[in-house]
């Protein structure tokens, strides 16, 4: 039982990790605080600070470990549905597709609420399910999925959809900083409601995708042998393609786009615990946040003025893919 | 040229209407001191995935909980609704710096408690404590400084500008003009939303008089010279049509050779620029240096140093700062660039 208990140990170093994360998170920032403030506010002694700790730190916080949990687990699942450790939402294109609609969404003033989406929302979910089936299709031949042409056409796809979104910014005047979130990503507009945009989100892609991580384990032996042991591969496939669209769109329309997130942390995950799905799935989503909760605070801290948080998870996670490529061959 | 209108002191179009004061509304999680129960957090959560609106977006401006004291509402340039304060507002944070230049020509330099780091005019603005820039001005900063007044510009993030909103500062969001006429408007408002309305009426009364100095010296222009600014960045870029600096330069009897191009900032090509031939050229620049190391990089290009007025050295200084904030000093700017197109008609030698 080996790995059992490196498993537990994990769980119990990321739980710790992200306390320490969300705890140095609420004392960060341009306004000086000590342990001291918190500590009269959790008390109730003082309220000065609520402001500042509860709907700014806090919030923001929160999102990011959310957003860094959605976009780990869509990688998980997307490592997992393409049997590719490179795949991820960024490289696949379900992100830059996300962040297509939900600034084509901004541009054409599409803001109905349907099932609790917003408009902005449900675009980029349609635009990055559809990103994303594109890649699917035409990376798959004779029922395998050429690596090569897979990391290739999400990456065309991907350049094609943020190419767009930089023409939709830039037909409006006032939209350089626009621009600057949708395509670099930034937590700094975080607030409860972006949280709450998200957790359900979360909370429902976790539940299904533990539903159905043994039959993602099934679909690691490939699809026949899968079908031969009972698993109902194209419903599943089905299934996942759409959490995991479902996720980047979520995390990239209160986010921005933010890459390599869901590339770096499952690889890690699956490193230390195995390629278990049913572990890997909740392991890589706290993990995830974890990650991004300290990338976040790496943007907020190196500079006096914020850094785009894509410039932190690229700068981490850019030379990683790189080093997966030069392992491939 | 251009006809100098007199508007009055008071021609403001600001459409003000009465309502009950109710806008002192703070988010919901500002005054919260026990942490949420997980349980009501779940809730919600059931309830956004209905499409049940998530109580933290249910407090709008109006709710209404406050005092019933009769409290005037203005609508800023976006639209919004803001409740005039009864007095003076203190702690004011300023997120452009025209607008910060306004604050202190009001003689509101001592409220003034948050400026962005661009914010250099008047020197005693440097000593403000900084919020930011324009594109990323930083809530958490804004919001610690308390302010009793935020006066944005509309080229802020606008998510910002609400953010700050819905955590309950009073903000007020100011767009720029597209002529010297609307610098008028724009300083009554913010002597409105101060209260330092006769201090702006002042304001405006002095430099329209500077204003109305220039365009009676000059009179009728016959002969206009054609003037192309420049502003470096990357490429050329000039002011076009619709910028309030091709309105001064109107102003100053001459013509912007970009006029024709309807916009604000236009990147215009060099050679359009040796087409159209300029007797005069301005350079924004940021100080004395900088414009001397443009003029030599001006000269020294091969197409354009053979321009007219680069070869007549009709090429001039415009400080950067003053010329690019829609504030009290683009009424210098115009009296600079009158007096040295036309010395003739300021009493100056040809």
């Known amino acids: 039982m080996k790995n059992k208990t490196r498993r537990r ?92 609609g939900a600034v084509a969404a901004l541009a054409l003033g599409f803001n109905v609420v349907f099932f609790g989406f917003s408009g902005q929302s449900l675009l980029a979910f349609i635009s990055g399910l559809g990103i994303v089936s594109l890649v699917y299709l035409l990376s798959l031949r004779k029922g395998i999925f050429k690596i090569e042409t897979l990391l290739l056409t999400g990456i065309a796809a991907g350049a094609l959809a943020s190419a767009l979104t930089s023409f939709l910014l830039f037909m409006r005047s006032d939209s350089f900083d626009q621009a600057v979130f949708w395509l670099l990503g930034s937590f700094q507009l975080a607030g409860w409601k972006e949280v709450g945009a998200v957790a359900p989100y979360l909370a429902v892609s976790l539940a299904a995708s533990a539903w159905l991580a043994k039959d993602m384990n099934l679909l690691a032996m490939g699809d026949e042998t899968a079908q031969a042991l009972g698993c109902p591969v194209r419903r599943v496939r089905k299934a996942f393609l759409v959490i995991s669209s479902l996720l980047a769109a979520i995390s990239v329309s209160v986010s921005g786009i933010i890459g390599f997130v869901g590339l770096v942390v499952p690889h890690w995950i699956r490193l230390l615990i195995g390629p278990d799905h049913r572990r890997l799935f909740p392991q890589a989503a706290l993990a995830g946040g974890t990650f991004l909760l300290y990338c976040d605070l790496l943007a907020r801290t190196i500079l006096p003025a914020e850094l785009p948080i894509g410039v932190i998870t690229a700068a981490v996670g850019a030379p990683f893919f790189l080093y997966l490529l030069n392992q491939k061959r | 040229m251009r006809d100098p209108s007199p508007l009055g002191p008071r021609r403001l179009s600001l459409p003000l209407r009465s309502a009950s004061c109710e806008n002192q509304v703070a988010s919901g999680w500002g005054d919260r001191t026990k942490p949420f129960p997980f349980s009501a957090i779940i809730a919600l959560l059931l309830l956004s995935m209905l499409g049940v609106g998530v109580p933290f977006a249910a407090v709008g401006p109006f709710s209404a909980d406050g005092t019933p004291a009769r409290q005037e509402v203005v609508r800023d340039d976006l639209g919004r609704p803001f409740a005039l304060p009864e007095r003076t507002p203190t702690r004011i944070v300023s997120m452009a710096p025209n607008i910060t230049e306004i604050l202190f020509a009001l003689g509101l330099g001592p409220e003034v408690v948050g400026v962005t780091r661009f914010c250099d005019y008047p020197p005693e603005a440097l000593a403000v404590a900084k919020i930011g820039g324009l594109v990323d001005p930083n809530i958490e900063i804004i919001q610690s400084l308390r302010p009793g007044l935020v006066i944005a510009f509309r080229g802020n993030p606008l998510r910002i500008v609400d953010r700050l909103r819905d955590l309950g500062s009073p903000v007020f969001v100011l767009d720029i003009g597209g002529g010297l006429d609307e610098l008028y408007p724009l300083i009554a408002k913010i002597g409105l939303v101060t209260r330092k309305d006769r201090e702006a009426e002042a304001l405006s009364t002095k430099l329209r008089a500077r204003q109305q100095a220039v365009e009676q010296a000059l009179g009728v222009v016959d002969r206009k010279p054609r003037v192309f600014v420049i502003l470096r960045g ?83 200084f415009l400080d950067e700062n003053a010329a690019s904030r829609f504030g009290p000093r683009l009424v210098d700017i115009l009296d600079l660039i009158a007096r040295t197109l036309h010395p003739e008609r300021f009493g100056g030698r040809p």
């Open chain 1, 9 to 100: 140990a994990l769980l119990a170093v990321l739980a710790l990790l992200a306390a320490a994360g969300f705890f140095a998170s609420l004392l960060t920032g341009p306004v000086k605080t000590t342990p001291g403030d918190l500590w009269r506010l959790v008390s109730g002694r003082s309220q000065e600070q609520a402001v500042i700790f509860l709907d700014l730190r806090l919030s923001r916080a929160v999102l990011a470990f959310l957003v860094g949990a959605s976009l780990a687990l869509s990688g998980a699942i997307l490592q997992g549905y393409f049997q590719n450790p490179m795949a991820d939402p960024f490289v696949v294109g379900v992100s830059s597709g996300a962040s297509l």
């Open chain 2, 234 to 316: 990357q490429g050329l870029w000039t002011c076009g049509g619709e910028s309030y600096l091709n309105d001064i330069i109107a102003r100053s009897g001459a013509v912007n050779i970009a006029a024709a191009v309807p916009k604000k900032w236009v990147l215009y090509g060099r050679e359009r620029i040796v087409r159209d031939n300029p007797d005069a050229v301005f350079i924004l620049a940021k100080s004395e240096s900088d414009f001397a190391g443009a003029r030599a990089w001006l000269s020294g290009e091969a197409r354009l140093g053979s321009l007219t007025a680069v070869a007549a050295n009709r090429v001039y």
